[in-house]
């Protein structure tokens, strides 16, 4: 089986390579093929995965090609894992909405939808090539805006095209972990859109523990979320929200945050792998360990102006792990692969799952999974603060959608002004010349 990896040479690649080391079992992946647009980036994740498999007798074979119809032609499975503009246009996603006075993180607020500006014409062609090249290709899309990115996919695709994300499975492990109960047996009551979910209940045998968790105020503060957002509010929300409505709910605080940073998120990101880059080159030394040693460091650092915003300093060791990506990529693929049925969190199209959206809209809630695919579960209705936040964001990506298709400047202006963390029209026009001047991406938006 072959699983092709776009955005090849990205720094998390070598999680998914992992994951499939450890798969020994019959129809599991024996051919990985890595693309990339930059040959160097693609060179040096290529060194890593080799050290990685050193000594594995069954390590999937892996070739690296910077032709994007050579990497899909005879794929079973494609990871998305693209970053349009780089490391370098995140940085200035976020410096440029900061200079505004509102937020740029990749995925929420202004940051995030000039990044999706950037990356829907990219992820509908590729999608086109995947219809034409594989076309029974499952697509299982990582790269950021996640949901947003996965509706573009889908409307060539269909439900071919899944979406996944480590934060709400992360989320629902520390509360399980919290409550004494094993994560593999609980079921997570989880839904919203993809970083604007809220977790609203973990059942063990039947019975939901959540409210025995809300009740504790020690137990509400021994974890990240709790922290976080504080007891008092979680209890208000009767939930448990995914980390990213700390953007929303404690805004002012988090722009203060940003702006007073050193070095945002991205300026960070951008400098710590262009080191890593560059160690992976020099003779004699090991690729793999400066990737482990970068990587500890990166998931050190994770939303640190979140929690320097809330006053909780560094992340305490239990909640470093991630809900990994790459186990649930992995979990997704052998599902469909052997029939191994699965219940997982994705993002997928919404169908008649929640009714204050349309068929089409993706979302990101739990889901059986088969050789059909992934079938999201029935969900109990979002209370009204929920449907708010989801509809007001959920217009704004079609309204992204849109200016990708169109190329209407005035399409895009009016997607930056409609989401909830940008207060102004004026701004929202600032925010496009901005970007536009910034990135030649966005050349396509014409008035």
Same mark, same amino acid.
């Given at each position: 089986?072959?699983?092709?990896?776009?955005?090849? =040479?990205?720094?998390?690649?070598?999680?998914?390579?992992?994951? %499939?080391? #450890?798969?020994?079992?019959? #129809?599991?992946?024996?051919?990985?093929?890595?693309?990339?647009?930059?040959?160097?980036?693609?060179?040096?994740?290529? !060194?890593?995965?080799?050290?990685?498999?050193? @000594?594995?007798?069954?390590?999937?074979?892996?070739?690296?090609?910077?032709?994007?119809?050579?990497?899909?032609?005879?794929?079973?499975?494609?990871?998305?894992?693209?970053?349009?503009?780089?490391? +370098?246009?995140?940085?200035?996603?976020?410096?440029?909405?900061?200079?505004?006075?509102?937020?740029?993180?990749?995925?929420?607020?202004?940051?995030?939808?000039?990044?999706?500006?950037?990356?829907?014409?990219?992820?509908? *062609?590729?999608?086109?090539?995947?219809?034409?090249?594989?076309?029974?290709?499952?697509?299982?899309?990582?790269?950021?805006?996640?949901?947003?990115?996965?509706?573009?996919?889908?409307?060539?695709?269909?439900?071919?095209?899944?979406?996944?994300?480590?934060?709400?499975?992360?989320?629902?492990?520390?509360?399980?972990?919290?409550?004494?109960?094993?994560?593999?047996? $609980?079921?997570?009551?989880?839904? @919203?859109?993809?970083?604007?979910?809220?977790?609203?209940? &973990? !059942?063990?045998?039947?019975?939901?523990?959540?409210? !025995?968790?809300? $009740?504790?105020?020690?137990?509400?503060?021994?974890?990240?979320?709790?922290?976080?957002?504080? /007891?008092?509010?979680?209890?208000? %929300?009767?939930?448990?929200?995914?980390?990213?409505?700390?953007?929303?709910?404690?805004?002012?605080?988090?722009?203060? $945050?940003?702006?007073?940073?050193?070095?945002?998120?991205?300026?960070?990101?951008?400098?710590?792998?262009?080191?890593?880059?560059? +160690?992976? =080159?020099?003779?004699?030394?090991?690729?793999?360990?400066?990737?482990?040693?970068? &990587?500890?460091?990166?998931?050190?650092?994770?939303?640190? $102006?979140?929690?320097?915003?809330?006053?909780?300093?560094?992340?305490?060791?239990?909640?470093?792990?991630?809900?990994?990506?790459?186990?649930?990529?992995?979990?997704?693929?052998?599902?469909?692969?052997?029939?191994?049925?699965?219940?997982?969190? %994705?993002?997928?199209?919404?169908?008649?799952?929640?009714?204050?959206?349309?068929?089409?809209?993706?979302?990101?809630?739990?889901?059986?999974?088969?050789?059909?695919?992934? *079938?999201?579960?029935?969900?109990?209705?979002? /209370?009204?603060?929920?449907? #708010?936040?989801?509809?007001?964001?959920?217009?704004?990506?079609?309204?992204?959608?849109?200016?990708?298709?169109?190329?209407?400047?005035?399409?895009?202006?009016?997607?930056?002004?409609? *989401?909830?963390?940008?207060?102004?029209?004026?701004?929202?026009?600032?925010?496009?010349?901005?970007?536009?001047?910034?990135?030649?991406? &966005?050349?396509?938006?014409?008035?």
């Amino acid at each position: 089986m072959k699983l092709t990896i776009l955005g090849g =040479g990205g720094f998390r690649v070598p999680l998914v390579y992992g994951a %499939l080391l #450890g798969d020994h079992a019959e #129809g599991r992946v024996t051919r990985v093929t890595l693309h990339d647009l930059d040959a160097g980036r693609l060179s040096a994740i290529a !060194r890593v995965l080799a050290e990685q498999g050193a @000594g594995v007798p069954d390590a999937p074979e892996v070739t690296a090609t910077t032709d994007l119809d050579e990497a899909l032609r005879g794929a079973d499975f494609v990871f998305s894992a693209i970053r349009v503009g780089g490391l +370098e246009g995140r940085a200035a996603d976020e410096r440029i909405a900061l200079a505004e006075g509102v937020l740029g993180q990749e995925t929420v607020g202004a940051g995030g939808i000039a990044y999706g500006l950037r990356t829907v014409p990219v992820a509908v *062609h590729i999608a086109r090539r995947i219809a034409a090249l594989a076309p029974d290709a499952w697509v299982i899309n990582f790269t950021n805006p996640a949901g947003l990115v996965t509706e573009a996919m889908s409307r060539v695709l269909g439900d071919r095209a899944v979406g996944i994300c480590d934060s709400p499975v992360g989320l629902g492990r520390r509360v399980a972990r919290i409550l004494g109960a094993n994560p593999d047996e $609980a079921w997570i009551d989880y839904v @919203g859109l993809n970083h604007l979910g809220w977790l609203r209940g &973990l !059942r063990v045998g039947g019975r939901d523990e959540l409210p !025995r968790l809300l $009740a504790d105020e020690e137990a509400l503060g021994s974890f990240e979320e709790g922290r976080l957002f504080g /007891p008092e509010w979680l209890r208000s %929300l009767g939930a448990v929200p995914n980390e990213y409505l700390h953007y929303y709910y404690f805004n002012r605080e988090a722009v203060r $945050a940003y702006q007073q940073a050193e070095r945002t998120r991205g300026a960070y990101l951008r400098d710590q792998q262009a080191g890593f880059y560059a +160690e992976t =080159g020099k003779p004699g030394s090991s690729a793999l360990a400066a990737w482990h040693r970068t &990587l500890a460091e990166r998931e050190a650092t994770y939303m640190a $102006a979140n929690r320097e915003a809330a006053g909780i300093g560094e992340r305490d060791e239990e909640d470093l792990e991630s809900g990994g990506y790459e186990k649930v990529a992995l979990a997704l693929m052998r599902a469909i692969a052997r029939n191994e049925r699965a219940t997982l969190i %994705l993002n997928v199209r919404n169908g008649t799952t929640l009714s204050v959206l349309d068929a089409d809209a993706v979302i990101e809630v739990p889901c059986f999974v088969d050789a059909a695919g992934a *079938h999201p579960v029935s969900v109990s209705p979002l /209370p009204y603060h929920a449907v #708010g936040l989801v509809t007001a964001v959920k217009a704004v990506e079609r309204e992204v959608l849109a200016a990708a298709e169109s190329g209407a400047r005035a399409t895009a202006v009016k997607a930056f002004a409609l *989401h909830p963390l940008v207060d102004s029209v004026s701004v929202a026009r600032r925010l496009v010349d901005g970007y536009t001047a910034e990135h030649p991406e &966005l050349a396509y938006l014409r008035p």
